[in-house]
């Protein structure tokens, strides 16, 4: 009794800690999204493309676990994670064309960590990336849709949509 009391305790501290370092990254995550903003903003003048059709064009490539608007070495990416099978795949979306330039798997790393979260979350719902940006949008006009990463929270999927208006940013949960 006593050996399964101390397992149940040593339980709950692991998930706890578990719990409270995933809210820590993804609050650090947030704030990093934050202090890229205004430069983000600027380079987004540019896009011809949303979120949305992005991740409309990944889909040839495989299911979506989730897409952003980044910049990458000072230029605007639309990047993709995808999924087929189990290998996972980041497609970049031009972002003026709409087409795919360039798809690369997925094999380790931190990149593979994430999809991996991702996927996960997706596994639960029939819910498209898309559907969830769109209810986002509608729920916040002015904004736009920036990035879209599903993950777990308390046991339940949902999505965490950044919405971007001007350089003011809005982080909203949808559930998946």
């Given amino acids: 009794m006593r050996r ?7 339980w709950m501290v692991l998930a706890a800690t578990a719990g409270a370092q995933e809210r820590e990254e993804h609050e ?3 704030g990093e999204a934050a202090k890229a903003t205004p ?10 493309v949303s979120l949305a059709a992005g991740i409309k064009a990944a889909e040839q490539q495989g299911r979506p676990v989730s897409g952003k608007f980044e910049l990458e070495d000072g230029k605007l990416q639309l990047s ?34 994430a999809a991996g979260k991702q996927a996960q979350a997706m596994s639960k719902t029939k819910t ?15 904004y736009h849709a920036v990035s879209v990463v599903p993950e777990i929270e308390d046991g339940k999927a949902q999505a965490d949509v950044t919405l971007l208006k001007g350089t003011t940013t809005k982080s909203v949960d949808e559930p998946l």
């Fill in 4 to 10: 399964g009391l101390i397992s149940s305790v040593l």
């Fill in 28 to 30: 650090k995550a947030e």
């Fill in 39 to 48: 430069a983000l903003a600027t380079a987004l003048k540019d896009a011809k």
């Fill in 80 to 113: 993709v994670y995808t999924m087929k099978g189990d290998k996972f795949s980041e497609v970049i979306v031009d972002h003026k064309s709409g087409k795919v330039a360039k798809t690369e798997a997925i094999t380790g790393g931190d990149d593979l960590t």
């Fill in 128 to 142: 498209s990336l898309r559907d969830v940006i769109a209810r986002a949008e509608k729920a916040n006009p002015g």
